[in-house]
């Protein structure tokens, strides 16, 4: 910048000298249109703003318009993206036949007669057409256990679409068995109804003779006997062959083996009852040749 402006003093210099004793036209002398020259600069000699850059808003406005319709549209593709994503992995974890249970991948254990594998799987069998994902272990868990007989329930799932439900079904606590009837129907601890079924073994399950299988379940007679036998060490209710209880306060049992009857009376202090029965019943120094062990009032057992 500075050169050029040198230059062009020497050259009106010159244009002197030459001239400096002739006229001089001044209309052959260099032009230097400085306006032009100054709006064509944007700085000084040393570096010093001269004047302002002339801004397009027109083009700006332009500008800006298209940068914010790419950056609109760039925003929109990725939310498109990751609701697309976001549909994918709900439709493939919790709708595709990846995950889904159905009824052939079911595997029940532990059932027994009492207990049927056929009740086992169809309470399973609710959770059928869901994925593994959705299926509720906790309400298969639940509805197991208001099964009479149950007394434990596990629910596994074994992915991608297997489900392993495993109960620990117990022995019924007694046999109801009316004397004109073959059928015997088992009931747990609470008296609640196993299952009836027709010459099923009772070894080592007391049988109560009921007149009336119905009636007798809401009997506090029999189920004062069903409380009292339940609870009943199994090498001691093993050995029951027949169970009697004509009122809720005379519950009697008879052990096969020995031939001595057991008068309980209710199920009142049965821990301090089961103590003094296991420890004379089978002692032959204290029953001696009596046949009725009586403690009704366990403070004051009787022999007969």
Same mark, same amino acid.
């Given at each position: 910048?500075?050169?050029?402006?040198?230059?062009?003093?020497?050259?009106?210099?010159?244009?002197?000298?030459?001239?400096?004793?002739?006229?001089?036209?001044?209309?052959?002398?260099?032009?230097?249109?400085?306006?032009?020259?100054? +709006?064509?600069?944007?700085?000084?000699?040393?570096?010093?703003?001269?004047?302002?850059?002339?801004?397009?808003?027109?083009?700006? $406005?332009?500008?800006?318009?298209?940068?914010?319709?790419?950056?609109?549209?760039?925003?929109?593709?990725?939310?498109?993206?990751?609701?697309?994503?976001?549909?994918?992995?709900?439709?493939?974890?919790?709708?595709?036949?990846?995950?889904?249970?159905?009824?052939?991948?079911?595997?029940?254990?532990?059932?027994?007669?009492?207990?049927?594998?056929?009740?086992?799987?169809?309470?399973?069998?609710?959770?059928?057409?869901?994925?593994?994902?959705?299926?509720?272990?906790?309400?298969?868990?639940?509805?197991?256990?208001?099964?009479?007989?149950?007394?434990?329930?596990?629910?596994?799932?074994?992915?991608?679409?297997?489900?392993?439900?495993?109960?620990?079904?117990?022995?019924?606590?007694?046999?109801?068995?009316?004397?004109?009837?073959?059928? +015997?129907?088992?009931?747990?601890?609470?008296?609640?109804?196993?299952?009836?079924?027709?010459?099923?073994?009772?070894?080592?399950?007391?049988?109560?003779?009921?007149?009336?299988?119905?009636?007798?379940?809401?009997?506090?007679?029999?189920?004062?006997?069903?409380?009292?036998?339940?609870?009943?060490?199994?090498? $001691?209710?093993?050995?029951?062959?027949?169970?009697?209880?004509?009122?809720?306060?005379?519950?009697?049992?008879?052990?096969?083996?020995?031939?001595?009857?057991?008068?309980?009376?209710?199920?009142?202090?049965?821990?301090?009852?089961?103590?003094?029965?296991?420890?004379?019943?089978?002692?032959?120094?204290?029953?001696?040749?009596?046949?009725?062990?009586?403690?009704?009032?366990?403070?004051?057992?009787?022999?007969?």
């Amino acid at each position: 910048m500075m050169s050029q402006r040198t230059t062009q003093m020497r050259i009106v210099h010159n244009h002197h000298e030459q001239h400096q004793d002739k006229f001089v036209d001044a209309r052959n002398l260099p032009g230097l249109d400085f306006v032009k020259k100054t +709006l064509s600069q944007k700085t000084g000699s040393f570096g010093m703003m001269t004047r302002p850059h002339i801004v397009d808003f027109r083009e700006r $406005l332009k500008e800006r318009k298209s940068t914010y319709l790419h950056f609109t549209f760039r925003r929109l593709i990725a939310i498109l993206l990751v609701i697309v994503t976001i549909s994918i992995m709900v439709w493939l974890l919790f709708f595709s036949p990846l995950f889904r249970l159905t009824a052939d991948d079911i595997s029940v254990a532990g059932s027994n007669e009492w207990v049927s594998e056929e009740k086992i799987a169809s309470i399973a069998s609710t959770q059928v057409n869901k994925s593994l994902f959705l299926v509720s272990s906790q309400e298969v868990i639940n509805q197991l256990n208001d099964i009479p007989g149950v007394t434990e329930a596990k629910v596994v799932k074994d992915f991608p679409h297997s489900l392993y439900v495993t109960v620990h079904a117990q022995r019924p606590a007694a046999m109801l068995k009316t004397s004109d009837n073959t059928m +015997l129907t088992a009931v747990d601890a609470k008296g609640r109804v196993l299952n009836s079924v027709a010459h099923a073994s009772t070894q080592g399950i007391p049988v109560i003779e009921v007149v009336d299988v119905q009636r007798s379940l809401n009997n506090c007679a029999v189920l004062e006997a069903v409380k009292i036998v339940s609870s009943l060490p199994e090498s $001691l209710r093993s050995r029951i062959t027949k169970v009697s209880a004509k009122t809720q306060d005379s519950v009697e049992t008879e052990l096969g083996d020995v031939k001595r009857t057991i008068v309980w009376g209710n199920a009142s202090q049965l821990e301090l009852k089961k103590a003094i029965v296991t420890k004379i019943i089978d002692d032959s120094s204290k029953i001696g040749n009596k046949q009725r062990l009586d403690v009704s009032a366990p403070v004051r057992p009787i022999l007969k």
